[in-house]
């Protein structure tokens, strides 16, 4: 089950999102950069690298890839300075709500700002590699854990390799997959009596930051679709 925390998180923002709108008032927050993905995973913001070396192959449970069959994430070179829109769908015990994100990236500092659907600004993620800071509505208070937030995006968009080494606990699994590819989180370390993933992504590309994209985590309920613009 996802901790606490998390779950509070996700429920705040989607029960606050109305008020918010209605609201000019924020405070700037100095965050943690290590999260509970579930009672026994945990993971570590990564550094700043988006074009570390071509990670290696890496295969799903069970299965054998013969050499050359394409089980590689193709990712194109990011331009730096970066810059995209996307919509957001968040999902959580029933509760849904559409958001707009903006990420900038360069090569020392990743900003996501989330926008309600007209344009409002909602709350404002900086992460240097080091610190993270939120700017966020006073309305959220401490239960809006922006951490949590800024690890789903690097989930998702952070090359592989750069991932393993933050996660304790865990296994991060991708391959090719119904979807034109997936990642897939499990406990560690993966045998058959744990294969089944606590948190799933799909893409409808290679390239994620091109992708549609899907994120869920079963036990929860919480979901998240992300589609760029």
């Known amino acids: 089950m996802m901790p606490a925390q998390p779950r509070k998180t996700l429920l705040c ?61 193709q990712v194109s070179q990011l331009p730096l300075p970066f810059s995209a829109t996307y919509k957001v769908a968040i999902g959580i015990e029933g509760a849904s709500h559409e ?54 995006m690097q989930l998702i968009y952070w090359p592989e390799l750069s991932l393993a080494p933050r996660l304790e606990g865990g296994v991060l699994v991708a391959a090719p997959c119904g979807a034109d590819w997936c990642r897939d989180l499990y406990p560690g370390p993966l045998t058959a009596a744990n294969a089944t993933p606590v948190l799933s992504i799909r893409y409808d590309r290679r390239d994620p930051w091109l992708a549609q994209v899907q994120l869920q985590m079963p036990e929860t309920g919480f979901s998240l679709n992300i589609k760029p613009l």
Do not use: N, W
């Open 13 to 73: 923002l989607l029960a606050l999102l109305p008020a918010l709108l209605l609201s000019g008032c924020s405070q700037l927050l100095l965050r943690q950069t290590c999260v509970g993905l579930s009672h026994d995973i945990h993971y570590c913001l990564a550094p700043i690298e988006l074009q570390p070396p071509a990670p290696k192959r890496r295969q799903a449970p069970e299965t054998e890839a013969a050499p050359g069959s394409g089980t590689e994430q």
């Open 99 to 152: 958001l707009l994100s903006q990420i900038e990236l360069d090569e020392a500092r990743m900003t996501v700002v989330g926008l309600a659907p007209l344009g409002q600004a909602l709350f404002t993620l900086e992460y240097d590699g080091t610190t993270l800071s939120s700017r966020q509505s006073l309305l959220l208070g401490e239960q809006f854990k922006a951490e949590y937030l800024l690890a789903m």
